[in-house]
């Protein structure tokens, strides 16, 4: 059956199951309302009605992704006489939040590309380079041309580099056959992964699902295609001869306890299996064999589809840098390359005039799109501020939010901070810890809008 066809089927019947037309008429339209004025929750430093600050200061900002662009819009409405300076190599830009439903055949490829240039100021210069080296002691930044870039001002906002190398026989244009999936790795292979878990769904079997041992962005993502693909072997009828795996790299299914214990719950519930410690090393497309870590060794688990997620770090340009945390102060976040910033101002701690955003930012939490929108009022107000003379009292407080699809037609609305605190955007109207309908319209309908006013500045 086409996925179109099953999604219609699944929305025709939890509108006219009882109690979800007026669950979905009040609730659906009061947070969809909330969603589409305020993105998420409402963040910190919110542009408000105050004159431009007069400035001849140089901004250098590395990465034209959400952060980046997030970042250049507010700028450019709070400064005036900026010359702000925008690079980044890549033509697209991706909807990452998107690649899920790619992936699970809810949308097309096509729904999470456009274009960086569609996104830039007026009056920001958007340099089609890589970044080569950051000269932090100089203040430039160079491009691979050759190009220095001085700055008064540096945001860095590259994201993050996904080390599929670093998984032994990994092979990304396999990606898609021999019941190999990974959504990751761009919106065509998410994609292939669609048509390769499609596949395994028809058939049933063995599926295999793991996150790796690194920091990641939004790791929710594991869990909800774990979900997904459970979902499916159950609406196609081969859930009853089939076998769904889930490798944790740790002892816990989620950061957040609360929510690692109802995923747990949920998993047990519809059967997955779980296996903690479990971090995947190598892989045999041919025989369709992974090999795991354990704390006793090797274990090799055989599948008929496996959703793969690479380990991922900080792009080289910015490990091979003075930017990275230092192994004495954290020495796993310095193996991995994030950036040493405050977590509360998202500065640099040795560089005051560099800020960190987004998914190299070394902070707790806070590598997902929705961090993004909290993150970037709270570093341009910090700016803005040193540039005025004054100070600033925002904080960036770990808000994350994740909403973790739970099956076709239901999501639970996950928002929490650095304390592991839930911090629910909609009190009274959504339960962050139930499968409702009107977090999977958030998810499927409301997000990508309230994505797009943020990296115009306006969200």
């Not at 033509?91 to 992936?103: D, K, M, R, S, W």
């Not at 589809?305 to 020495?331: E, Q």
Request: proline letters at 6%.
């Amino acid at each position: 059956m086409p996925a179109s066809t099953e999604h219609s089927q699944i929305l025709d019947s939890l509108l006219q199951a009882p109690g979800h037309r007026r669950s979905f008429l009040q609730a659906g339209l009061t947070a969809l309302g909330g969603m589409a004025a305020a993105g998420y929750a409402a963040s910190p430093a919110q542009a408000a009605t105050q004159p431009k600050v007069a400035t001849q200061a140089r901004i250098v900002i590395a990465g034209a992704g959400a952060a980046g662009l997030a970042a250049a819009a507010r700028l450019s409405a709070a400064l005036d006489g900026a010359r702000i300076t925008l690079i980044d190599a890549r033509a697209e830009h991706y909807y990452q939040p998107g690649f899920t439903l790619v992936g699970a055949g809810i949308k097309p490829a096509g729904y999470v590309v456009s274009r960086t240039a569609d996104y830039v100021p007026a009056g920001v210069q958007l340099v089609t380079e890589h970044v080569a080296e950051f000269d932090v002691e100089g203040n430039q930044v160079v491009t691979d041309s050759g190009t220095r870039h001085p700055y008064d001002f540096l945001i860095v906002a590259t994201g993050l580099q996904l080390e599929y190398s670093e998984i032994e026989g990994m092979d990304i244009r396999l990606i898609g056959q021999n019941g190999m999936g990974s959504i990751y790795a761009g919106p065509q292979a998410a994609e292939a992964t669609w048509r390769a878990m499609s596949a395994f769904a028809d058939q049933g079997g063995r599926g295999v699902f793991l996150r790796p041992a690194t920091e990641m962005k939004c790791a929710g993502a594991p869990l909800k295609y774990t979900f997904l693909t459970e979902d499916y072997l159950t609406r196609r009828g081969t859930r009853g001869k089939s076998k769904v795996i889930y490798n944790s790299n740790n002892k816990v299914l989620f950061s957040v306890p609360i929510v690692s214990e109802k995923v747990r719950m949920l998993y047990q519930e519809r059967g997955i299996a779980v296996n903690y410690d479990r971090v995947l090393r190598a892989i045999d497309p041919g025989k369709r064999v992974a090999t795991f870590a354990t704390p006793d060794g090797t274990e090799e688990q055989p599948y008929d589809f496996i959703h793969i997620i690479p380990p991922m770090r900080a792009p080289a340009v910015v490990r091979n840098s003075p930017l990275p945390w230092p192994a004495d102060k954290n020495k796993a976040w310095a193996a991995e390359g994030w950036m040493e910033v405050d977590k509360g101002t998202l500065r640099h701690v040795r560089y005051p005039n560099v800020f960190g955003l987004g998914d190299i930012a070394g902070v707790p939490k806070g590598k997902t799109a929705a961090s993004v929108k909290w993150q970037v009022p709270v570093a341009v107000d910090h700016l803005v501020a040193q540039i005025a003379g004054r100070s600033s009292s925002t904080l960036y407080t770990g808000y994350t939010s994740c909403p973790l699809i739970t099956r076709l037609g239901q999501a639970m609305l996950v928002e929490f901070d650095y304390q592991n605190n839930l911090t629910p955007s909609f009190p009274g109207v959504i339960a962050p810890l139930e499968e409702l309908w009107v977090s999977w319209v958030m998810k499927t309908m409301a997000l990508k809008p309230t994505y797009i006013s943020m990296l115009r500045g306006v969200a």
